[in-house]
């Protein structure tokens, strides 16, 4: 009877709650809905908030509410994990409010909310360059904010992301070897732009074999005149390499590499 009556009770709740949505929707009393929308917000209702919210934004725009309502339904939009809109509403909001009372945090989220948003390395990442633009915005603006450092680390994150997907490519390119063309040299090439790019990737050190050991590939596949050259650019790769990462797991390998190209260029 108790577990019963609880889910009745439970019922009654949840139908009087929408009772009084339906009422809120259709009800012309502004501040009535705007104290609704705020009170669904506490409650994690956050559907309800930003349904609400949306229809009073341009209302509100130009009055006392309108900075806070603009907000809010960013901040609902955020916390209900639809990313996209929250962004949206929160450019939105620093763009009409530059030096707003949520200007701060707008940007904050704003920036944040891509991050989380950013895909897997192997898709799109238009959704990753968004966030790393927002954030650095974020930072530039408010370079004293207690949420320098989660800004700061997400950008890393998102910059890894970016060069682990270059790494791919490049490695990709590796593996199609001599196969219609020479795509060792766009595996280099993919490689150095992502370490210009981004030289302080933790996937430096990946990037850097992988241009040596293409350069060596390259130099083995070569024709009898190309080969001195390409050797002698597999030696210069090798010294680059071991200097920025002597004690890497990989120098067996790069010191293997270095034996054959050394012996080739000094054989009598």
């Given at each position: 009877?108790?577990?019963?009556?609880?889910?009745?009770?439970?019922?009654?709740?949840?139908?009087c709650?929408c009772?009084?949505?339906?009422?809120?929707?259709?009800?012309?009393?502004?501040?009535?809905?705007?104290?609704?929308?705020?009170?669904?917000?506490?409650?994690?209702?956050?559907t309800?908030?930003?349904?609400?919210?949306?229809?009073?934004v341009?209302?509100f725009?130009?009055?006392?509410?309108?900075?806070?309502?603009?907000?809010?339904?960013?901040?609902?939009?955020?916390?209900?994990?639809?990313?996209?809109?929250?962004?949206?509403?929160?450019?939105?909001?620093?763009?009409?409010?530059?030096?707003?009372?949520?200007?701060?945090?707008?940007?904050?989220?704003?920036?944040?909310?891509?991050?989380?948003?950013?895909?897997?390395?192997?898709?799109?990442?238009?959704?990753?360059?968004?966030?790393?633009?927002?954030?650095?915005?974020?930072?530039?603006?408010?370079?004293?904010?207690?949420?320098?450092?989660?800004?700061?680390?997400?950008?890393?994150?998102?910059?890894?992301?970016?060069?682990l997907?270059?790494?791919?490519?490049?490695?990709?390119?590796?593996?199609l070897?001599?196969?219609l063309g020479?795509?060792?040299?766009s595996?280099?090439?993919?490689?150095?732009?992502?370490?210009?790019?981004?030289?302080?990737?933790?996937?430096?050190?990946?990037?850097?074999?992988?241009?040596?050991?293409?350069?060596?590939?390259?130099?083995?596949?070569?024709?009898?005149?190309?080969?001195?050259e390409?050797?002698?650019?597999?030696i210069?790769?090798?010294?680059?390499?071991?200097?920025?990462?002597?004690?890497s797991?990989n120098?067996?390998?790069?010191?293997?590499?270095?034996?054959?190209?050394?012996?080739?260029?000094?054989?009598?």
């Amino acid at each position: 009877m108790t577990r019963r009556l609880l889910l009745i009770l439970s019922l009654v709740v949840i139908l009087c709650s929408c009772g009084e949505y339906s009422r809120v929707m259709k009800s012309s009393d502004y501040n009535y809905r705007y104290a609704y929308a705020k009170q669904a917000f506490e409650n994690k209702k956050y559907t309800q908030a930003y349904t609400i919210l949306a229809d009073l934004v341009p209302i509100f725009k130009g009055t006392d509410k309108g900075e806070e309502c603009l907000y809010l339904l960013g901040l609902s939009y955020y916390e209900n994990h639809d990313y996209l809109n929250s962004g949206a509403y929160f450019r939105q909001y620093y763009t009409q409010y530059p030096k707003g009372q949520f200007a701060e945090l707008a940007r904050y989220y704003a920036g944040y909310g891509y991050y989380l948003d950013s895909p897997e390395p192997q898709l799109d990442q238009t959704e990753t360059l968004k966030a790393i633009e927002e954030l650095q915005a974020f930072l530039d603006y408010f370079p004293k904010s207690d949420k320098v450092a989660i800004a700061q680390n997400a950008i890393f994150e998102l910059q890894d992301k970016l060069v682990l997907k270059e790494l791919e490519n490049a490695q990709l390119y590796y593996n199609l070897g001599s196969y219609l063309g020479n795509n060792y040299e766009s595996a280099v090439i993919t490689a150095k732009n992502a370490i210009k790019a981004y030289p302080y990737s933790k996937y430096k050190e990946k990037l850097e074999m992988l241009i040596l050991k293409s350069r060596f590939k390259e130099a083995q596949m070569s024709v009898d005149e190309k080969k001195e050259e390409r050797y002698r650019t597999v030696i210069d790769e090798y010294y680059a390499y071991i200097n920025d990462f002597p004690n890497s797991e990989n120098r067996k390998e790069a010191d293997n590499i270095f034996k054959i190209a050394d012996k080739f260029l000094n054989r009598k």
